[in-house]
């Protein structure tokens, strides 16, 4: 168990035990090697399996909407967690005063792929440290540079520390560089347009349609999503081009102003799919025009969610024009 | 007959091979493997410890399919033909070809003969080669498989560093493998040593004799609620299992076209009825659907086990769940069970 693994433990057994929460929201010790499982604590005995490391890879913030208003949650969050934490709040999903954050400021998720391209799919055990992820395969021992390791969107991330958390375990980090998620869309943007329609292509068409990206968006929570809609129907049913067309744009359309870029949606495609070149250029936009950023904070709602009488509906014609 | 193949002459028999057939083998695509069309020179992806990440199922019953064509509203029908083709698939894992013999007792038995599974089926040869290093998430010796197992295949090749030892198991597979050199008795006690190895290499992941009587005891159980708490609903375990072969039919109307989609019991529209009621309104639902259909439901509607351990479920979880596990907490929460009662 590590320090840090130890303060949750008892952050959360403190939790449960004065009755402050239902239920803790955090990682269990996994089954399939390098695959930490987001659980659901109720009772203090069980934490002797809670487990936290940089391959806990998902947004546990994905959790929030499973349970009724009226549940008291506890749950570990991230930088991403925390803010995809707030943008529910602010979409009315819980209310703030039934959660307590446990934030944790984060050295960035491991991508299990990475570990995998380097050392083979025959992983036994690993141990993550500060800069180094140690991995046991069957013949061999691997020390890994940590930084190699991390998760794209991790790598790019500005708000590594949880902004609104009610409980703080570890230190501070820096910021991270908000010109390393810029320069990614703005070399997307450079691109000819044929070079981004192909670019597009190349990753749209191998989707399989399986809605894990969906399932494991925290901002994903639709009773019924467009593409299960069948009265009328929204997009082509299959694994055709126009079928994954249309959902990769129409699910990154849904993200505007929504998205956090934890990356989450990526880590969870089992087709090595990348979208979040997408949902990273709506963010930059959003930010150029509004200067708005999901959830910095629980309470301002995203610009194409608010609405005034007075709107100048630029976009309209005949609207008002400045 | 034990034949023996040098690997450099691998290519040069594909290639002969492709004058024929069209010839599938594992091959790099991003960072994974898939079958994809063998054009000579191509780099094959045989070393691997695991199979394609995409199931080879597709092959013969591809994700999406035009069954049907029609003119709306002239009342008009046009069927679609199954096209046969003459296909070798090389380099399948025991595992998959063994699936594909599961989904025979879907698609070409008693009444059901899809023609399209039929057409597909009787024209291809599955050449498969076995696991020296099954691994990490590998089961199938749980499972009524094994590295080595032959089930489904035409021949099985076994990796003897230099060379292949190659098992011919039917008759069209001689015709494909003419004037090849006979192994020896030492390779072939080295083969022999080598699967038993492996098989026994593979730790046993639950005991299975049993298993069924005891998730059909937990049925109602809560022990459901907490396997499948944290799963996400998606359809990656049951899109990517060679075994699975729900599918849903849609009729393309922009199209003219009736089409075929793999579904999912993991989705909760699966199951969702026209009136609204969803007779699996949980994931507890779900999830135990998933894992009573192969572990309990396939002794009952084909007298077989429905998984052949091939782990892609287990390895592409994007919660981590492990179905290996699942089935132990499922046949441990009985014996919890019954002994508080
Ligand atoms: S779209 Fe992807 S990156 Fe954005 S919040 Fe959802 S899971 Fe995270
Ligand atoms: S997770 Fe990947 S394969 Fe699945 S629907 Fe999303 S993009 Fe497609
Ligand atoms: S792959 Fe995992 S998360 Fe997705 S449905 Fe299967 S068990 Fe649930
Ligand atoms: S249930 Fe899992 S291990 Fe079994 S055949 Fe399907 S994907 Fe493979």
Known sequence: MTELEAKIRTEAARLLSEGLVDVVVAFRKEDAPLRPQPAFFTNVEDLENLVYNGLCANNLANYLTRFPQETRIGMLVRGCENRSVNALVVEKQHSREKLTLIGIPCTGIIDWRKVVALTGEDILAYEDSAHTLTVRARHQTFALPRQELLHSSCLRCVHPNPLSADILLGEMLPEGDPALIRERVESFEALTRAERTAYFKQEAERCIRCYACREACPMCYCEECFVDHNTPRWTESGTTPAGTHAWHIIRAFHQTGRCTSCGACERACPMDIQMTYLTDKLGKDMWDSYQFAAGMDDQTQPPFASFTLDDKKHFQVGGKQS | ?341
């Open chain 2, 1 to 341: 007959m034990k034949y023996i193949l040098p690997k450099h002459e691998l290519n040069a028999l594909l290639e002969r091979w492709s004058a024929e057939y069209a010839v599938l083998a594992p091959q790099k695509a991003g960072a994974y493997s898939e079958f994809l069309p063998f054009t000579a020179p191509s780099e094959l992806c045989l070393e691997e410890p695991h199979n394609t990440r995409y199931p080879p199922k597709a092959l013969f019953f591809p994700q999406s399919e035009a069954i049907l064509k029609y003119k709306q509203n002239l009342g008009q029908l046009e069927s679609i033909e199954a096209v046969p083709q003459k296909r070798v698939i090389f380099g399948i894992r025991p595992c998959d070809a063994k699936a594909v013999t599961l989904l025979d007792t879907v698609f070409a038995e008693g009444d059901n003969q899809d023609p399209f599974w039929l057409a597909r089926r009787a024209e291809t040869l599955l050449i498969g080669l076995g696991c020296n290093e099954p691994g990490a998430t590998c089961f199938c010796t749980s499972t009524e498989s094994g590295p080595f197992h032959t089930d489904g295949l035409d021949a099985l090749l076994t990796d003897l560093g230099g060379e292949y030892l190659i098992e011919l198991l039917s008759e069209r597979a001689v015709g494909l493998f003419g004037g090849l050199t006979p192994a020896n008795p030492t390779q072939q006690e080295s083969v022999q040593n080598l699967q038993q190895a492996a098989e026994q290499a593979l730790p046993k992941a639950f005991e299975l004799d049993g298993l069924k009587d005891k998730l059909d005891r937990v049925f109602d159980q809560d022990v459901w609620a907490q396997l499948s708490e944290s799963c996400l609903g998606c359809g990656i375990c049951t899109f990517l299992c060679p075994t699975c072969f729900c599918f849903d039919l849609v009729d393309e109307a922009q199209r003219d076209t009736r089409v075929r989609n793999w579904d999912t019991c993991m989705f909760r529209v699966y199951s969702l009825e026209a009136s609204a009621h969803n007779p699996r309104p949980t994931r507890k639902e779900r999830t135990r659907q998933r894992l009573m259909h192969k572990y309990s439901y396939w002794w009952e509607h084909a007298g077989k086990l429905g998984c052949t351990g091939c782990g892609r479920c287990v390895r592409y979880c994007p919660v981590g769940l492990d179905i290996r596990a699942m089935l132990r907490k499922a046949s441990a929460y009985e014996s919890e069970a019954l002994h508080a009662n």
